[in-house]
């Protein structure tokens, strides 16, 4: 997908979005940004090598502002998981609210490196990766946003 993705793909579709490289993964963190979620809803499925995160993200891929926002139920995986590791988020709390705020990566040598999970509050979860592969996909229909706002960070 290099240099392919664009806010614009999704339209009003289902979003169903991959990252492979760092360009295509700046899409997909803008994407996920603000996204909701409890520490309940991250799975480390390490037979399988994954870790997935079931979040309520902001629907901005129309391009138009809908009012109230949308939210929609979406699936964030990271694939080729060798290791995963925490700060500020403990497994033993499940209903702790997390609210993502980016998704990156730091390479490391022969296509391996890190993809970090940035949230509010100082919580971060560093995920070991083999090689650099992410999904984003929509799983239910959106719905308004409970709150009624879409997050400013000063733009």
Known sequence: MTGDARFEDAGSQPLNLGAMDPEDLQVL???????????GDVAWEKRHQRLALLVNRL???DGVHVSPPERVRSLLVVENVLKVSAQGVSPAERDTVLSLLSVSFE???????????????DGAIRVEVEALELRLK????????ISGQVPDHGA
């Open 138 to 145: 929509d799983v239910t229909r959106p719905y308004g946003a």
């Open 107 to 121: 390479p490391g040598a022969d296509g391996n490196g890190f993809v970090e999970l940035t949230f509010a509050g």
């Open 59 to 61: 629907r901005r891929e």
């Open 29 to 39: 963190s803008a994407l996920a940004q603000d996204a909701v979620l409890t520490v």
